[in-house]
């Protein structure tokens, strides 16, 4: 079960980045193209802040369940990065997403629905991001 999950875990992570630049574009060009706010964005919103969440309920599975770092020994860069600053950076992702997709479904104005959108997935994948980027080993930085 650990590997599939793993590798659901590792796998999904596409899936949200692909969802999140379609978005973001999307939003980007609805905000400042003055477009209206169409069934395809009444659609992929909510998909993009479902794949977040399910995302995150793998990785807090993968996190409570399955953790080899239960020690959390905070002098190792690994260890830190895997108990506290990955899940904390993906926590705060997910909250962005939602937090962006509330305000926007709430407004009946179309470039609101479009900033708020732009601005709170384009957080939340900014924060995917730099979460995969300073990854012990693997990351860019």
């Known amino acids: 079960m650990y590997n599939f999950l793993l590798q659901a875990h590792s796998g999904l992570r596409y899936l949200v980045l692909l969802a999140a630049v379609v978005v ?3 939003s980007l060009i609805g905000w400042f193209g003055g477009g209206e706010y169409s069934k395809f964005d009444k659609i992929l919103a909510p998909a993009y802040v479902g794949l977040m969440h399910l995302q995150l309920l793998i990785g807090l599975v993968l996190y409570f369940i399955y953790s080899p770092f239960v020690t959390y020994n905070m002098g190792n ?17 997910v909250a962005a997403a939602q937090i962006g997709r509330s305000i ?11 900033r708020f959108q732009t601005i709170f997935f384009g957080l939340s994948i900014l924060l995917v991001l730099v979460g995969l980027a300073t990854m012990p080993g693997r990351g860019i930085l």
């Open 77 to 93: 860069p690994v260890e830190r990065y895997w108990s506290v600053e990955h899940i904390a950076l993906m926590i705060f992702a």
């Open 24 to 26: 973001v574009i999307k």
């Open 104 to 114: 926007s479904k709430k407004s009946n104005d179309a470039q609101v629905k479009f």
